[in-house]
């Protein structure tokens, strides 16, 4: 359970979070929803499709992808925020920042949760803006940072790694008191195509933190390279990769295409019940 604002969030059932970027580099959907309009009508598609949570990025964290200053994200962010606050006022927004400042302008205009690419570790003001704000925090395993990322990453144990990185943050944040935590392995940063295959085949050791885990696999290159296709064709695979993250404890999905993803949980929920 994690409390957004007054507005409780259980995890009786999976969540969806639907992608909303608002960059013109990201790898499957740059440049699509640059105007607010265009990405106000793609927020009411993600909630008609039934997605619970919107998550909204102006920064693109794919390998090697360009620097943003502060200055240009809040200006692709905020009207979008403030639009979608206005026209959705119930609906649950996260904003994917990791800058402090960002963070605490987009709290201001009603973002409900903070998705943290580096845990608080790229900007040492976020972690008091998040307790500052009690806001939900979403905390993702990175190797290097996006420029980086994918030059080679190396581990020992990947998963006993991420565990250890995630373990280590948390103690961090609960002593920041703050308590609203989820985590995420982080697919496809800084791991290889193996690296991501033996998270997956493991995934139920993150359930032992005791925090809901976010898997964000959609239309990823560890799919689409796996299959020798573009990410357009990749949502048969995300949907494979999701239901496996599903059986394995995953709390949250989150994914470009909500519908898919919504049809996925019915037919999972129905399928655990008939165990």
């Known amino acids: ?27 499957y ?3 699509k929803y640059q105007s607010t309009e265009k990405a106000l009508k793609k927020a009411e598609s993600l909630l008609s499709d ?9 920064v ?10 502060p200055e240009e994200e809040l200006e692709r962010l905020l009207p979008v925020l403030k639009s979608i606050r206005k026209y959705f ?9 990791f800058r402090g400042s960002i963070a605490k302008a987009a709290l201001d205009e009603g973002a409900d949760i903070i998705n943290d690419v580096y ?17 939900p925090y979403i905390i993702m395993h990175m190797q290097g940072t996006p420029a980086t990322m994918q030059k080679d990453p190396q581990y020992e144990h990947v998963v006993k790694s991420i565990l250890f990185f995630l373990s280590e943050r948390i103690a ?60 357009q064709d990749a949502l048969n695979g995300t949907t494979v990769l999701n239901t496996i993250a599903l059986e394995k404890g995953a709390a949250i999905l989150r994914v470009h295409d909500v519908k898919e993803a919504n049809e996925l949980v019915k037919l999972h929920a129905l399928y655990r019940e008939s165990l």
């Open 50 to 58: 039934g997605a619970d949570i919107i998550d909204i990025g102006a």
């Open 29 to 31: 959907d740059g440049g």
């Open 119 to 135: 845990a608080g570790q790229y900007d040492h003001t976020m972690i008091p803006v998040i307790s500052e704000y009690k806001a």
């Open 1 to 27: 359970m994690i409390n957004c604002r007054g507005k409780i969030i259980e995890f009786e059932r999976p969540i969806i979070m639907g992608i909303l970027n608002m960059t013109p580099d990201s790898f």
């Open 60 to 69: 693109s964290t794919r390998p090697q992808a360009d620097e943003v200053s």
């Open 89 to 97: 006022p119930d609906s649950i927004l996260s904003v994917d920042t």
């Open 172 to 231: 961090v944040l609960k002593q920041a008191g703050i308590a609203d935590i989820i985590i995420d392995p982080g697919f496809g940063f800084g791991k290889t195509q193996r690296h991501n295959f033996e998270i997956l085949a493991k995934l139920e050791y993150f359930t032992t933190l005791d925090f809901p885990v976010l898997v964000g696999l959609s239309r990823k290159s560890m799919i689409y390279k796996s299959l020798d296709i573009h990410p």
